[in-house]
């Protein structure tokens, strides 16, 4: 699987960026898929998760403000950040987890995209 994001850039505080994510390979193996962020200095964390049905699931900071949503058909999924905030400023990256599932195991991979700049002005 490989995922490419896009839609980073500068924005002032209030504004709205999309990001995307497109992935392509084995996409037929991809269960959740999500959104990361890292700011300097800082852990990476999780920002939003959408399964290949559709349940969401968001970090505490963003819940109001992002929405995550997926097109299977695409193979794209998106994050719409809307009220961006100063502490907002990461890297995004894409993440999506296939899991492989046998007769004597369960065991799921990560991948991960290059990340893409979100910088927003006070």
């Known amino acids: 699987v490989q995922l490419v994001e896009s839609g980073g850039g500068l924005v002032q505080t209030g504004g709205s960026l999309r990001l995307s994510c497109a992935a392509s390979g084995r996409t037929s193996d991809i269960d959740t898929m999500g959104w990361y962020r890292q700011a300097p200095g800082q852990q990476r964390e999780l920002v939003a998760s959408?399964?290949?049905?559709?349940?969401?699931n968001y970090a505490d900071s963003v819940k109001g403000r992002f929405t995550i949503f997926r097109d299977n058909a695409k193979n794209i999924m998106y994050l719409q950040m809307n009220s961006l905030k100063p502490e907002d400023t990461a890297v995004y990256y894409c993440n999506a987890v296939v899991t492989v599932v046998t007769i004597e195991s369960k065991t799921e991979f990560d991948y991960w995209g290059q990340g893409t700049q979100v910088t927003v002005s006070a």
């Open positions: 959408v399964t290949h049905i559709g349940s969401t």
